[in-house]
């Protein structure tokens, strides 16, 4: 990336700066080049993965989450 895009990027506002983040990190998901897992978030991941098959019905749907995080950036 040159310094110059990145400095574009750190010029705009909170919000769009996360949208921004949003948009390159599924990008790299669907380009299913996703960045390697340390042992500590490996161990973290099966950690929720074992609450879950606990507790399936502890959560919520991302749909409604993310419909939540969007209405607070509003």
């Known amino acids: 990336m040159s310094a110059s895009l ?3 990027a750190l010029l705009l506002p909170p919000s769009e700066r996360l949208h921004l983040m949003e948009q390159l990190w599924d990008s790299l998901a669907l380009e299913g ?3 390697e897992l340390t042992d ?3 161990g973290e991941l099966d950690a929720r993965l074992e609450d ?3 507790n399936p019905d502890a959560g919520r749907p991302w749909h409604e ?3 939540d995080l ?4 509003r």
Request: no cysteine; glycine share 0%; net charge positive.
């Open 6 to 8: 990145a400095q574009q």
């Open 70 to 73: 969007e209405a607070r950036r």
């Open 65 to 67: 989450v993310r419909a």
């Open 33 to 35: 080049s996703a960045p």
């Open 40 to 42: 500590a978030q490996r």
């Open 52 to 54: 879950l098959a606990r």
